[in-house]
């Protein structure tokens, strides 16, 4: 099969496209293979620009019979992790032209790489525009058609933007001979946000302009260094806020514009042609799916050869992504077919049609969240029937660090191997990959269990698709022994929950439907001896759909869901109490929720902690009490009548961002809280835990608010002892001494995340279990995999 280039008439909008259906860079995992993709001859590339733990790759797959094979990848000369490479793409006779925008500041840099006789391609060219400033996103839209090269900088001059053109010349190399925007760009436009380039023929957009509604220009090369403006695109009933221009496609002399922003984001495509006689464009036709519906954002990509029109709605079908394939009548002027594209395997989330190629022979649509974010590209060819079949599905396995087994990893001069630490040894590190993870899954939380008859421990390691059992008893030697799935009928979601209670595990997950309560009884475990085995739920609890986490008190037998959606007794997302004291027999107890929490006053709940109080307080003590981080403050209840519970009071603070978690003294004098957005909101600076003291349960007063070393967002934290044990996310596990409860100090740390910097995110550390007699400390990373860590006795951490 030959397949021809014509990535000249294509919008490449890189990221840019990305964003505007919710993936972006700051995505935990999001990867986006696909986000760009060219063809020259029998060379497809590929490109994985959003990698955040490696650098961006462009892949290169060749054409063999029906197979296209991995041949190859390049990267940046410079390549470093987070480094946006291929974020844009261009291909044609030997010549391949990709991007890094958010290099060197921000200011942006593209890479033209050379086909060489014995088929590698090599760089030979290093692009930057003549006044390169930081921040202006040169790169972020790539277009070539034979010797004309266009690069978008959409940053440029207070986001105004502009276009960069450059020339072939006879050496082979491209020099800027121009640099040009619109005749009414101001500041915010944003041109150069969108490209598509045809011969000396140029569409470029502004999305950001006239109030959003998008402007849409046609750029013509009239001499040596001369781009000029010949014509403005204009529909006649754009919307306010349409960004209309954000996908484009140019053949001669027809054009066409895309916004999946129009009426309710069910999104439109405006088609252009020129007059040949006046030079006049016109607004020709408004390619219709026969199936439109609000949300399916049909316009988000664009490709077009001259004849078929193939169209991207990322957001139909639940943002499944649908491609749309028009077909033009005889006249030409029309269509005379409509068919509508699915990849082979859609699930809800994985945008497909995010991205369109055309070439000749093959259409390219890429899934950009496939696999939970890293994305994946579908092959269409002409079927016998008039019609196209997907052949082929393109993706990447993805990169891990090894596994650490064997032998302990002392931290010595500040790490431990790849990994930055502080008094913290690094006794195992189990990968994802081999905690039963597929491709593009991810780990949550963590609980612990010991059997009580041989001292036995295990880590409970949560998934976004089940949970993992792992026997960490030889601490240096973890093994894996079997997998329990999500319930069926449930979605993979990022969040589970497991707590134990009479060797038996409690597990929940939230936004994935109908999951309920599983129930495992964890003596199983002591029976694997081979290969993983896969477990069945031991029991099951169908009162709650989902649930974000399940809390027990050990001491009364209770459960209490917190955070339940998606059907079942909800509580208002506040207590669901559940009675476990038969461990294969949960019965629902009751219901408490306080309307003074919860963003939408209904008593929300994220986490709590529930115990029989044997604080100072004389009237509260003997009793059941469940304190609660919800959303909004610390609220404290009474819960020992599962009929009648009540609250005692409610305490906000400064600043509150998410009440997210927390955890009291083994005395039951303080409560610590971590606050999971007001780092991210840049309501505070570095790492916020808040300190309370709870003598008196009536009225908690908070008495610290206590700022970590790093800048990173706290997720989960547990007590034991002085000691007081914090996932915070990309900073990785912190180990606080709370022997003077109201000044905690850090005493030692361990960095679960080896690149990047430690900023407010969502990535990295999700929790820990600190809780096992041998002293090793289990800990999840939410890309990396299982640690198995153990404290030393050090100094505090300045």
């Not at 849409?216 to 781009?227: A, I, K, P, Q």
């Not at 395997?345 to 190629?357: E, L, R």
């Not at 304190?627 to 609250?647: C, H, M, Q, W, Y």
Request: proline share 4%; charged share 20%.
């Amino acid at each position: 099969m030959k397949v021809t280039s014509t990535t000249g008439r294509l919008s490449l909008v890189g990221a840019l496209t990305i964003a505007a259906i919710t993936i972006s860079a700051s995505d935990a995992w999001a990867q986006a293979f696909g986000a760009s993709v060219a063809v020259d001859g029998d060379v497809m590339f590929v490109a994985e620009p959003q990698n955040q733990s490696t650098p961006g790759y462009v892949y290169l797959f060749r054409h063999a019979g029906d197979v296209w094979t991995e041949a190859g990848r390049l990267e940046a000369p410079e390549a470093v992790a987070g480094d946006g490479f291929g974020g844009a793409m261009a291909a044609g006779a030997g010549t391949l032209v990709t991007s890094s925008y958010s290099v060197l500041d921000g200011a942006g840099e593209a890479y033209v790489f050379r086909l060489g006789a014995d088929g590698d391609w090599m760089l030979s060219q290093r692009l930057r525009p003549s006044d390169a400033a930081p921040g202006d996103a040169f790169g972020v839209t790539v277009a070539l058609d034979g010797d004309n090269l266009l690069i978008g900088a959409f940053a440029r001059g207070d986001t105004a933007g502009a276009v960069y053109a450059f020339r072939r010349d006879g050496s082979g190399a491209f020099r800027q001979e121009a640099v040009f925007q619109a005749d009414d760009t101001q500041a915010g436009d944003r041109f150069g946000v969108s490209l598509a380039l045809d011969g000396d023929r140029a569409l470029v957009a502004a999305t950001r302009h006239d109030e959003q509604k998008g402007g849409v220009y046609v750029f013509d090369r009239t001499g040596e260094g001369s781009w000029t403006q010949t014509a403005k695109l204009e529909p006649a009933d754009l919307e306010k806020g349409s960004r209309y221009g954000s996908s484009l496609a140019l053949s001669g002399n027809r054009a066409f514009a895309g916004t999946d922003r129009l009426a309710g984001f069910t999104g439109g495509v405006f088609g252009f042609e020129r007059d040949a006689d006046s030079g006049i464009w016109n607004e020709t036709v408004r390619p219709q799916p026969f199936d439109a519906s609000r949300g399916m954002r049909f316009g988000s990509s664009i490709a077009f050869d001259g004849e078929d029109l193939w169209v991207g709605a990322a957001g139909a079908a639940g943002f499944e992504g649908r491609a749309y394939r028009f077909t033009p009548d005889a006249s030409g002027d029309g269509w005379a077919s409509v068919e509508k594209y699915a990849s082979d395997q859609p699930k809800s989330g994985d945008v497909f049609a995010g991205n369109v190629m055309l070439a000749d022979d093959l259409v390219v649509v890429a899934a950009l969240n496939a696999d939970f974010g890293l994305g994946a590209a579908y092959v269409f060819e002409p079927a016998g029937d008039g019609g196209w079949s997907q052949t082929s599905r393109l993706f990447i396995d993805e990169e891990s660090l090894d596994p650490v087994l064997g032998g302990q990893v002392d931290c010595e001069g500040g790490t431990a191997g790849m990994f930055d630490c502080s008094d913290m040894d690094l006794v195992a590190f189990v990968p994802t990959k081999d905690l039963g993870a597929g491709r593009g899954i991810r780990l949550n939380d963590i609980w612990g269990w010991t059997d009580p008859a041989s001292g036995r421990e295990f880590a409970l390691v949560g998934r976004m698709d089940g949970t993992a059992f792992v026997d960490v008893s030889d601490a240096s030697n973890p093994r894996y022994l079997g997998d329990l799935p999500l319930t069926d009928g449930a979605n993979p979601a990022v969040w589970r929950d497991i707590k134990v209670y009479e060797n038996h595990a409690y597990i929940v997950a939230d936004g994935a439907g109908p999951h309920g309560m599983q129930v495992l009884d964890l003596n199983q475990l002591l029976d694997v001896t081979g290969d993983p085995v896969t477990f069945s739920p031991t029991a099951f609890y169908d009162r709650i759909a989902s649930a974000h986490n399940i809390v027990i008190n050990e001491e009364t037998g209770f459960a209490y869901a917190v955070g339940a959606s998606m059907g079942g007794e909800t509580c208002g997302g506040a207590l669901h109490m559940i009675d476990i004291r038969d461990p294969r027999n949960p019965t629902f107890a009751g219901c408490f929720a306080d309307a003074e929490t919860g963003r939408q006053k209904t008593g929300y709940t994220h986490d709590a902690q529930c115990v029989i109080y044997r604080g100072p307080d004389a009237e509260h003590q003997g009793r059941e009490i469940c304190f609660n981080a919800s959303e909004t403050a610390l609220g404290i209840a009474d819960v020992t009548d599962k009929r009648a519970p009540r609250s005692i009071s409610v305490a906000s603070y400064p600043n509150v961002g998410y009440t997210h978690q927390g955890w009291l003294t083994e005395d039951h004098r303080h409560f610590y809280i971590n606050d999971e957005l007001d780092e991210i909101n840049g309501s505070v600076q570095g790492t916020r835990t808040l300190v309370w003291d709870v003598t008196d349960l009536d009225d908690p007063i908070l008495v610290r608010e206590h700022f970590g070393t790093t800048a990173a967002s706290d997720h989960n934290l547990y007590v034991r002892g002085d000691r007081m044990y914090q996932s915070n996310y990309v900073s990785g596990l912190r180990v606080l001494d709370i022997s003077d409860p109201e000044n905690p100090v850090e005493v030692g740390y361990f960095d679960t995340v080896p690149f990047g910097e430690n900023e407010p995110g969502f990535d990295g550390s999700w929790s820990n279990y600190p809780y096992f007699d041998s002293g090793v400390i289990v800990v999840t990373s939410v890309r990396e995999g299982l640690f198995i860590l153990k404290r030393r006795d050090g100094r505090p951490v300045s």
